[in-house]
């Protein structure tokens, strides 16, 4: 599609298909086209952030987003986008902007607002719920990628997802579940894992050098020991905040995160989801025995990888849905 939403080609002939979705982070996508006729002129015609990528599985709308990267090849196309977050990755804060005790969905909101404001690609957001978590920040103008401080904000009691165009913006405690998996829709297994490295017991946070800023959660655990971790947030600008944030970090990282990844197998035919419903941020009952670690409850979706290849005249395409799950402290609450 053109930035003015005009369609600027089809790819009817697809070799080979990929697209994810991620939590508090930037999906991708990438296609290979085996163009022809028509086809092939007008692809040869489109350049990267004036175009975007959009992709029907079954005929269901699924992914799309500004094509970032093209390679024309002998016979093929190879296009690769990110999706409608990427924008903000090349955007800084456009304006001088403090908040005093708000709840940070309410500062989300904003941040994406703004970096859109000069230019918007089209856009929508959607808060799925409030964080329930006050904050004070304080951002200034031409300082800092928005991207860079949207994750940040994430890290203090919220996620994000983009879907298409909208952005959906989720209390962290989010677990409303889209779908149940088990060992029978799992043919070829699944990996648990536990991210050791993840752990921390005790956070401490610093706000912006000149308020002084300072907070922390968490101390010695009876089971884990003392793990402790320090990081600065120069947009915070009060000892309260700066507490919160340490508490919702310290949420997150205990006890040990801990991971399902269904290995990019294909989900069995029979299995009781819907892909186009695999959000991340939603979540799915898992319960599998297929492993020495037992796994039964409600994991939140964290990505989805969709890749399909178009096959040839002696071998048929095949797609291949993975999934990954999490369970950290936040989803426990």
Same mark, same amino acid.
């Given at each position: 599609?053109?930035?003015?939403?005009?369609?600027?080609?089809?790819?009817?002939?697809?070799?080979?298909?990929?697209?994810?979705?991620?939590?508090?982070?930037?999906?991708?996508?990438?296609?290979?086209?085996?163009?022809?006729?028509?086809?092939?002129?007008?692809?040869?015609?489109?350049?990267?952030?004036?175009?975007? &990528?959009?992709?029907?599985? =079954? %005929?269901?709308?699924?992914?799309?987003?500004? @094509?970032? *990267?093209? #390679?024309?090849?002998? /016979? !093929?196309?190879?296009?690769?986008?990110?999706?409608?977050?990427?924008?903000?990755?090349?955007?800084?804060?456009?304006?001088?902007?403090?908040?005093?005790?708000?709840?940070?969905?309410?500062?989300?909101?904003?941040?994406?607002?703004?970096?859109?404001?000069?230019?918007?690609?089209?856009?929508?957001?959607?808060?799925?719920?409030?964080?329930?978590?006050?904050?004070?920040?304080?951002?200034?103008?031409?300082?800092?990628?928005?991207?860079?401080?949207?994750?940040?904000?994430?890290?203090?009691?919220?996620?994000?997802?983009?879907?298409?165009?909208?952005?959906?913006?989720?209390?962290?405690?989010?677990?409303?579940?889209?779908?149940?998996?088990?060992?029978?829709?799992?043919?070829?297994? &699944?990996?648990?894992?536990? =991210? %050791?490295?993840?752990?921390?017991?005790?956070? @401490?946070? *610093?706000? #912006?050098?000149?308020? /002084? !800023?300072?907070?922390?959660?968490?101390?010695?655990?009876?089971?884990?020991?003392?793990?402790?971790?320090?990081?600065?947030?120069?947009?915070?600008?009060?000892?309260?905040?700066?507490?919160?944030?340490?508490?919702?970090?310290?949420?997150?990282?205990?006890?040990?995160?801990?991971?399902?990844?269904?290995?990019?197998?294909?989900?069995?035919?029979?299995?009781?989801?819907?892909?186009?419903?695999?959000?991340?941020?939603?979540?799915?009952?898992?319960?599998?025995?297929?492993?020495?670690?037992?796994?039964?409850?409600?994991?939140?979706?964290?990505?989805?990888?969709?890749?399909?290849?178009?096959?040839?005249?002696?071998?048929?395409?095949?797609?291949?849905?993975?999934?990954?799950?999490?369970?950290?402290?936040?989803?426990?609450?």
């Amino acid at each position: 599609m053109d930035r003015s939403g005009a369609m600027v080609a089809v790819g009817e002939v697809l070799t080979a298909v990929e697209w994810t979705r991620a939590l508090d982070a930037v999906s991708t996508a990438r296609v290979m086209i085996n163009p022809d006729g028509d086809c092939c002129n007008r692809l040869g015609r489109i350049s990267t952030w004036r175009n975007s &990528l959009v992709l029907f599985r =079954d %005929g269901r709308y699924v992914w799309d987003g500004p @094509i970032t *990267a093209i #390679s024309w090849k002998l /016979g !093929a196309i190879e296009l690769q986008a990110k999706d409608v977050l990427a924008w903000l990755d090349n955007r800084v804060v456009h304006q001088d902007r403090t908040f005093s005790n708000v709840d940070v969905m309410e500062i989300a909101e904003w941040l994406i607002d703004d970096g859109y404001a000069p230019d918007d690609p089209g856009h929508t957001v959607q808060v799925v719920g409030w964080a329930g978590i006050s904050g004070s920040r304080s951002y200034s103008k031409n300082v800092g990628q928005t991207g860079d401080h949207l994750r940040q904000l994430a890290e203090a009691g919220l996620d994000y997802t983009a879907i298409g165009s909208k952005i959906l913006l989720l209390p962290e405690t989010h677990m409303a579940s889209v779908g149940r998996l088990s060992d029978a829709d799992l043919p070829a297994g &699944l990996e648990v894992a536990e =991210d %050791g490295g993840s752990l921390v017991t005790r956070w @401490i946070v *610093a706000g #912006s050098e000149q308020s /002084g !800023a300072l907070g922390e959660a968490g101390g010695v655990d009876e089971f884990y020991g003392l793990h402790e971790r320090y990081v600065e947030q120069s947009e915070i600008t009060d000892n309260t905040s700066a507490a919160e944030a340490a508490t919702a970090r310290r949420r997150a990282s205990m006890p040990v995160p801990v991971f399902v990844d269904t290995q990019e197998v294909t989900l069995a035919p029979e299995a009781a989801i819907d892909v186009p419903s695999l959000v991340p941020g939603w979540a799915l009952d898992v319960t599998s025995a297929g492993t020495c670690r037992k796994v039964a409850q409600r994991l939140k979706i964290t990505g989805v990888k969709v890749t399909e290849t178009g096959g040839d005249e002696n071998t048929p395409g095949q797609e291949s849905v993975q999934v990954q799950v999490a369970a950290t402290g936040a989803e426990a609450a």
